[in-house]
Each structure stands twice: as structure tokens, then as C-alpha cells.
């Protein structure tokens, strides 16, 4: 006999809670309604509906995948940030909402209509510039990534977002391939949790996100040494950064940037209050 809609979402949910994850109920929900191409209404509109013997294949996959701490994003292979949707592989950190901190700060302050440039460092998925790009239809982005499967992710985001026209990408370590190139905003959210740290991780992050898109060094600090005077150097004259930062790492990253000559300099915290992005500018030219 097979299942339909809620007995299926029922199993699942009790299969997860039994797993001990964290959210059962929406981790449940969300691999119903993927393996059985159903939506969201369907299940509380339609909860009578079966589920046919592939979709019952397919799902068994899916929560033995979840059991074994697989992260939802890479079961399902996307997840929205901000306002788009973006395609995720385990070669790319999965975005996170703290990220989204940095996107507001960026769309407060940059005007919607007018051409101006940004640069992304670590561009990952492709989340904060593409974000940037989607509701900035006058600028245009370039992203750099050490990562050469990362990049692909971010193409094909660009691709399906419509935005390839307006954002480049370019394979290499920080600004290294960069000359003296002048930027109206540059913006990173680099890896920064300590090595010793990986370990104590959730399952999820630890086995399953990649290493060189976490690892900020022995005290977590190492990528933000290089990235605070690299800034400075590629932005314009009286042009704006903002970095993501560990919660606890905002005295520290203040301070490279301050002694790499960074202006008004502050910190911003995420919805959870902590302190998430260190934003600054470059200062203008004496008249
Ligand atoms: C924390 S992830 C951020 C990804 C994406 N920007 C986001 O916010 O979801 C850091 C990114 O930096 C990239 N990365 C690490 N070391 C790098 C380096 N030396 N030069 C350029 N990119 C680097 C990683 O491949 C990864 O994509």
C-alpha cells in the first residue's frame, strides 16, 4: 500500500526526530515535497494524495541521505538567499541568512539606478553579488574565487538568474590577479573559523562543507591580514567594503583595517545580535 502526502510527511518527520536532528518537522516537509514534486498547499490542500513508487524510492533516499547529516541544501541542491534562489553543490558553502546582513548594509547605502561596481572576494555560490546584482539593475559585478568548482556553481547562478551579462568571474587567490583596479564597493565574507574549531562543529558543516571555504587559520584571523591593505588597494578613492566577521571577531578585524588606513569604520550586528560585518571606506583624495 503506498503512502500519501501526510502519512509520508508523518514517517519522515518521526524518522528525523528519531535521528535526533534539530528541525524534524521542516526538514521533513521540505524532502516530501521534493521527492514527491508536491508544493507546500498541496500537502495541507491535497494531504490524500499518493505517492508513487519512485517517489517513495526517492524519498527513502533522501532521508537515509538526512540521517547520515546531510545538509538539506545539498539533498536538495539549492537554497534561497535573500530574495533569489541558488543552486548548491558540496562544492560550495551553503549560504547563510547571517549573510544577508552584509547584502542590506550594501543595498541601504548604493544607489538603485546609478552604474557602479563591485567587487566580491570569495564569491562562493555567487549569494551576496548576485543578490547585489539582481536588485541593482545599473551595476556590475566581478567575483574571485581560489575555487575553480565554486566558480562553475556561481556561472550557472548567473545563468539561471539572468545575470551573467553583468558579472565576471575570475579564478584566483584574493586580489593576487588584480592590478591597481578601483572599485566603488568591494565585499567578502571570507572563511574564518579557527582550525581547531572545525572539529567541534555540527556533522552537517563539519563532513560536508568545503574546508578552504571555512578555515580562517590558526585563530581564525589569517584570511582578514591580507584582506584588509588588498581592499584598501583595489577600491576607489572615497569608495565603501563591508566583511563578514565571526561574532567574536570584531575588535580584531577593526583594527587590521584601521592600520591598513580604512575610515569610518563599524561593525553592524545580524538578526540575532551579534556583531556580523565590519564596514568601512576608503578615504577620498585630499582637494
Ligand atoms: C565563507 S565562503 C563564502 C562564499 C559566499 N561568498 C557566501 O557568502 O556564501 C568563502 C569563499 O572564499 C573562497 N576562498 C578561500 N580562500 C580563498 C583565496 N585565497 N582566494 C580567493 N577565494 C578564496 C572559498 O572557496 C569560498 O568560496
Known amino acids: 500500500m503506498s503512502l500519501n502526502l501526510l502519512q509520508a510527511w508523518q514517517a519522515a518527520k518521526a524518522r528525523l526526530e528519531a535521528a535526533g536532528l534539530a528541525g524534524p518537522v521542516i526538514d521533513a516537509r521540505l524532502l516530501v515535497e521534493a521527492a514527491a514534486e508536491a508544493t507546500r498547499a498541496d500537502i495541507v490542500g491535497d494531504p490524500y494524495r499518493a505517492l508513487t513508487p519512485e517517489q517513495e524510492a526517492t524519498l527513502e533516499d533522501y532521508l537515509t541521505r538526512r540521517e547520515h547529516r ?19 553543490t558540496p562544492d560550495v558553502l551553503t549560504p547563510r541568512p547571517d549573510t544577508e546582513t552584509l547584502v542590506e548594509w550594501v543595498l541601504r547605502d548604493f544607489p538603485e539606478r546609478a552604474a557602479w561596481s563591485v ?16 536588485e541593482r539593475p545599473a551595476a556590475r559585478g566581478l567575483g574571485v574565487d581560489v575555487s575553480e568548482e565554486t566558480l562553475a556553481v556561481a556561472r550557472d547562478n548567473a545563468a539561471s538568474l539572468g545575470l551573467a551579462g553583468r558579472m565576471a568571474l575570475l579564478r584566483g587567490d584574493w586580489t593576487a590577479g588584480l592590478e591597481d583596479a578601483a572599485f566603488d564597493l568591494v565585499v567578502s565574507n571570507p572563511p574564518y573559523i579557527a582550525s581547531h574549531v572545525i572539529e567541534t562543529l555540527e556533522p552537517e558543516v563539519r563532513d560536508h562543507e ?11 584571523l589569517m584570511h582578514y591580514r591580507v584582506l584588509a591593505p588588498e581592499i584598501l588597494r583595489v577600491l576607489k578613492p572615497g569608495g565603501r567594503f563591508a566583511v563578514e566577521i565571526g561574532y567574536d571577531q570584531k575588535t580584531a578585524v577593526e583594527a587590521l583595517f584601521r592600520e591598513a588606513g580604512a575610515a569610518d ?23
Do not use: C
Request: charged content about 20%.
Open 70 to 88: 546531510e545538509p538539506i541544501s545539498h539533498i536538495l541542491g539549492r537554497k534561497g538567499f535573500w530574495k533569489i534562489m541558488l543552486n548548491v
Open 119 to 134: 567587487l566580491d572576494l570569495g564569491v562562493g555560490s555567487g549569494a551576496i553579488l548576485l543578490s547585489i546584482l539582481a
Open 210 to 220: 568545503p574546508r578552504v571555504a571555512l578555515v580562517g587559520g590558526d585563530d581564525g
Open 265 to 287: 569604520i563599524q561593525t553592524l550586528q545580524d538578526l540575532g545580535q551579534r556583531d556580523r560585518v565590519v564596514a568601512g571606506a576608503k578615504k577620498p583624495l585630499e582637494t
